[in-house]
């Protein structure tokens, strides 16, 4: 029973993401999860997600809670091993990421995001 109770939240709350998506972003728009390269200021793409997310911007777009509504265990490993986050032209750092995975009440991944806003000439960048 809480598993049926925990699979119709996740998909209702899929649903939600899905049609706010649509409402307040671009057609097309998708979060990539990214992690530092061994190669100095680039990024390895991990994994990333057209569809069952949403965010909403805080403190003028500097930062973020991206709640992802996503039961696949591949994407728990992602977020695990994510450091950056991409939404079009702009890379956030992940500065907290769900270790657990949705139960319960609770259906959505979370990842907290800043702007990653500093890149060094002579730095790595993270």
Known sequence: MATALVATRMFAKKTLFDIKRELYFDAGTEIKLLKVSDTLNEYDEIDFLVESWFFEYSNFRKNFLLEIA???????EAIKEA?????GD??????AGDTTGPMGTDVTWKIYCD????????????
């Open 90 to 95: 702009d890379v956030y750092t992940i500065s």
């Open 70 to 76: 996503e039961s696949d265990i591949d994407i728990g």
């Open 115 to 126: 702007l990653f806003t500093r890149r060094g000439q002579f730095a790595a960048i993270y």
């Open 83 to 87: 450091t950056h986050v991409r939404i």
